[in-house]
């Protein structure tokens, strides 16, 4: 079983940057007749924010990256790691890591690579991150993530167009031996990673011909293989099962109870699904905020955006103790518990 605890790693601070470009789901032209109105208590987006051509997730987590470096005011020779978190790369090749580096002007004598992680990108990448710093060899670590759902998902398909959204977020991390535990449970199951896939433009499915072709799966579901598809009934279940048990099996772990945990931030998903999970695990709703509304998912930036967006102003101003849960692309799932004192948090980027 993949649990892991963290010694001698701080958060010191997270920034986010969305698109100024904002899209209303009340506007989307392939909802039929009421359908905003039936769809929207379930899925939770009122609206979402997408990139303007040309630009890229990358984009957005440099945005958030410069941001938080400057509020900081850490030297940018003094960073010894970058790990940007993301399906959506720049390119192919090189990583986005790499090119963030020259971008962000951060010292040559620096470990930079990316992570392809969806949904749970962001823990995922923190357990990674923060194992990499806790022998103090590595003094200081920007984690980034990118998601471009309005690149993944065809316009013409109503199930997943809708839902996701753009965005990037910065994570500073940060060698100190005075730092309270963090603790980590992760799971894979890849028997089942077709449950949410774009099929063609890897390795084992290249771009073809028929890449190209939009398919009609039913009324207002039209897509290519190069879009995402997404087998819902699935994923929901797969959710409602792994994610309970991974936040129990994590609270065991690092021997704390549900009412110590001050916030519960969960990969925004659905706001039914999410729901359903908060009711399973019997938690005070309030500890567990959403930032679907006004942004949907966000993929492996959900975490960290909703912690900017829905709870800068507790998380800027004093100790909070938080348990991340995600669950999703792979099939995968983590859960990870961490403390904060006085994170610095620039207020949401607009770009």
């Known amino acids: ?76 020779n003094s960073i010894d790691l970058l790990v940007f978190c993301s399906p959506d790369r720049d390119y192919i090749i090189p990583d986005t890591a790499c090119v963030l580096q020259g971008r962000l002007g951060l010292s040559k004598n ?4 990316d992570m392809t992680l969806g949904c749970t990108g962001w823990v995922y990448s923190m357990t990674t991150v923060c194992s990499l710093l806790s022998s103090g060899c590595l003094k200081r670590a920007l984690l980034l993530t990118g998601n471009m759902g309005s690149y993944e998902c065809a316009f013409t398909d109503k199930t997943a167009y809708p839902l996701f959204s753009d965005s990037g977020t910065a994570t500073a991390l940060e060698y100190d031996c005075n730092a309270p ?21 890897g390795a084992r499915n290249g771009v073809n011909e028929d890449s190209l072709k939009f398919v009609e799966y039913g009324l207002n579901i039209k897509r290519t293989r190069l879009h995402m598809e ?41 706001l039914y699904m999410v729901n359903k999970i908060i009711k399973k695990l019997h938690l005070d709703a309030s500890k567990a ?63």
Request: charged share 20%.
């Open 1 to 76: 079983m993949a649990l892991m605890n963290v010694e001698n790693v701080s958060i010191r601070g997270i920034a986010a940057c969305v698109p100024s470009q904002s899209e209303e789901n009340n506007s989307f032209p392939y909802f039929d007749e009421n359908e905003f109105e039936r769809m929207i208590p379930t899925i939770g987006v009122e609206r979402r924010r997408t990139l303007k051509k040309g630009q890229t997730c990358g984009d957005l987590a440099y945005e958030a990256a410069n941001k938080l470096l400057k509020e900081l005011g850490w030297d940018r």
């Open 110 to 113: 620096i470990m930079a690579f």
């Open 181 to 201: 535990q963090m603790f980590c449970h992760l799971g894979t199951d890849g028997l089942n990673y077709k449950d949410i896939i774009i099929q063609d433009g």
């Open 230 to 270: 997404m087998n819902g009934m699935n994923v929901f279940s797969f959710a409602l099962k792994v994610a309970p048990k991974t936040v129990d099996c994590l609270l065991e772990f690092c021997k704390k109870t549900k009412d110590e945990v001050d916030n519960y931030f969960f990969h925004q998903a659905n």
């Open 289 to 351: 905020p959403f930032s679907l509304r006004n942004f949907g998912n966000t993929g492996a930036s959900s975490i960290p955006l909703t912690m900017v967006t829905e709870r800068s102003d507790s998380l800027r101003n004093g100790l909070a103790k938080n348990i991340g849960c995600s669950f999703g692309v792979g099939l995968s799932w983590a859960s990870i518990y961490y403390e904060t004192n006085n994170l610095t948090i620039p207020d949401l980027i607009e770009f």
